[in-house]
């Protein structure tokens, strides 16, 4: 691994000269809203990006300025990256997304890693020819010169902007700090400072004259916490040791907080529930910082509360099934944080199932259900269960009867749907609903995150760091959800391949293919969708087989570098095969943070 202690340092000069001139940088004072020199701002960054690019493919991947261009050429995306990827996620996730290869679903071809991370691989560790270093450069260009006629051809607006910024900031406490965007180099960190000037600009050459006039101490309070957010990043840019629990806490926490307001204060968009976020939350931890609708399949959105009633009513209705002897509750009980405590459940014959039950808390929250993310929506997993001859065994069009016996039914289904029903559908939605309310943000790392308590041990918060920095676990986990739904758009559900054993001695693979069933293609071979790490200590055991049954086992997997690490032959493994070399203590760390995830949602019925 290359060492980065030297390029830190100059990296952090140079955010701290920028900073030195941003102070006494001179704006233009405004008397009226224009947004034109904040999308030429854009403009101007994507252009001096794609510009930098091209010097790279003039030094080549050896050149002594290789690093430095590089380095520009991520500065200029950054300052342009809210409002390119804001236009188009697809272009903007792939130039600056993990460097792994893309599957084209429309027509089998493997599309080889290109963007920002494969650059910066094949820079930093070497190991690539010219031709294929070309390649990648001109590619990435490609996708950057996309991204440019993006912002030249649509005007920004107020939506625009406000949707734009605020991801900008999720970035940051998601991707930015914790290792995604820059794996290798680790200049995510000196980045961020990068992310809050480029905020900082934009809002003075767009609305600070809105705000100066109408409330002139929320403008000052906005531009002390950029600052003291900056500072906070230049006593210490080392990646292992930043202290991510603090920066979030007491500075990221401040700066959303007072972009909300200003958002509010402006008046020019009031924000809708059709995106990921709640753009009234004051900061990203809060209970309703996300929109459930927007998670929501668009034939079930905003139900009423009388179909969550009835849906948590057949939730727990063993009639449901063809033998009446299985509950969705059979499997995921209140008590057990809604997974059972089981390696594998029992199907409708008393035989073993394949694999793990997944805890249902926040599982609306994703893009992708079922280990092997076999459906794409809450409904069709619902849906498949039903069909499952080794579950409900009934069919999606055939309403049993049996559940009508309890009279109760009939009040409950003219409530929620005007009348009885006669498809199974409509309980699929019903139960739908239900399962859409299970969600769960009031843990002790939430209501420390918001503030509300100051009771983070020390080990807690230095799991907290290793989870969002050395140990790796946030670039797939991301924080604040934990799963691997990808932010900032929250279009896509990762899946892995981490080669997971069969027996918890760690002595040969679990022959289990996961997604591979979809496509029989190789590069999918045991992979498995991310799950949550919430309520992880109160739902063991763990991975898509139950291999291991507690917490610690887990964190030793991922020690040893997964599978790979451990010795199997795993050529697509998207685990990284190293071993993260932490200590018992730092894994002791991890495990007291997993802890605090623990919301305790639980109801009987």
């Keep these: 691994m290359f060492k980065i202690s030297k390029l830190i340092l100059v990296i952090g000069s140079f955010c701290i000269c920028m900073f030195s001139c941003k102070k006494e940088e001179k704006y233009i004072e405004k008397t ?6 904040t999308q030429d701002f854009y403009l101007q960054n994507i252009t001096k990006s794609i510009t930098h690019l091209d010097e790279l493919l003039s030094h080549g991947v050896d050149g002594d300025q290789a690093k430095e261009i590089f380095i520009q050429a ?16 697809a272009v903007g996730h792939r130039a600056n997304g993990p460097a792994l290869p893309v599957y084209k679903e429309d027509n089998g071809k493997i599309l080889k890693p290109v963007g920002f991370q494969k650059i910066e691989e094949s820079i930093y560790e070497g190991e690539v020819s010219k031709e294929e270093f070309e390649r990648e450069v001109t590619i990435t260009k490609g996708l950057l010169i996309n991204l440019q006629k993006g912002i030249k051809k649509r005007e920004l607006n107020p939506q625009r902007f406000f949707v734009a910024t605020h ?5 940051i406490i998601s991707l930015g700090i914790s290792g995604f965007d820059t794996p290798v180099s680790h200049l995510g960190i000196n980045e961020t400072i990068v992310s809050l000037e480029s905020l900082e600009h934009v809002y003075q050459e767009s609305i600070a004259f809105l705000i100066k006039k109408k409330n002139p101490d929320l403008d000052q309070k906005f531009k002390t916490s950029i600052a003291s957010a900056i500072q906070f990043i230049q006593r210490n840019t080392d990646f292992e040791s930043f202290d991510r629990y603090t920066f979030i806490r007491d500075y990221m926490n401040p700066v959303t907080r007072n972009w909300v307001s200003i958002r509010k204060e402006s008046e020019l968009w009031e924000g809708v529930n059709t995106f990921p976020f709640n753009f009234d939350a004051p900061t990203f931890f809060e209970t309703d910082s996300f929109n459930v609708t927007y998670f929501t399949p668009a034939t079930n959105r905003n139900p009423s509360e009388k179909r969550i009633e009835l849906g948590k009513k057949l939730f727990f209705d063993k009639n449901l099934s063809k033998k009446g002897e ?8 209140p008590e057990k944080a809604y997974a059972d405590g089981l ?6 014959n008393g035989n073993k199932l394949v694999r793990n039950t997944p805890t249902l808390i926040n599982t609306v929250f994703q893009k992708s259900f079922f280990w092997d993310g076999r459906s794409p929506t809450i409904l069709d997993q619902i849906s498949s269960v039903f069909t499952n001859d080794k579950e409900f065994d009934a069919g999606v069009h055939q309403f049993s009867d049996a559940i009508l016996q309890d009279t109760t039914y009939v009040r409950l289904f003219k409530d929620a749907y005007g009348t009885i029903s006669n498809r199974n ?5 019903a139960i739908s609903s239900y399962i859409s309310t299970l969600n769960g943000f009031n843990s002790k790392f939430d209501k420390n995150m918001r503030g509300e308590e100051n009771t983070f041990t020390a080990e807690e918060k230095q799991g907290f ?4 920095g050395k140990a790796l ?4 986990h991301f924080v604040p959800l934990t799963n691997g739904t990808v932010p900032p758009f929250f279009t896509e559900t990762e899946k892995e391949v981490i080669g997971v054993p069969n027996k918890a001695d760690n002595k040969e693979l679990d022959n289990d293919l996961g997604f591979y069933w979809k496509f029989k293609e190789e590069l999918h071979r045991g992979m498995f969708k991310t799950p949550t790490v919430r309520n992880a200590a109160l739902t063991a055991p763990y991975m898509h087989n139950g291999v291991y049954s507690t917490l610690e086992q887990v964190m030793e997997f991922y020690n040893l570098g997964g599978g790979g690490g451990m010795g199997f032959d795993l050529e697509h493994q998207t685990l990284p095969f190293d071993e993260l070399k932490l200590t018992d203590q730092e894994l002791n760390a991890l495990v007291a943070y997993v802890k605090t995830l623990s919301d305790g949602i639980s109801e009987t019925y």
């Design 465 to 468: 760091n290793l989870f969002m």
């Design 74 to 89: 991520r500065i200029a995306f950054k300052k342009a990256e809210p409002y390119a990827s804001y236009l188009n996620p």
């Design 326 to 333: 299985m509950a969705c509750a059979t499997c995921h009980i």
């Design 473 to 476: 676990c946030a670039t797939c």
């Design 343 to 348: 390696v594998v459940n029992l199907d409708n």
């Design 425 to 429: 559908t409509d309980v699929i939605k």
């Design 167 to 171: 991801q900008q900031l999720f970035r």
């Design 32 to 37: 009226s809203l224009d947004w034109k020199s």
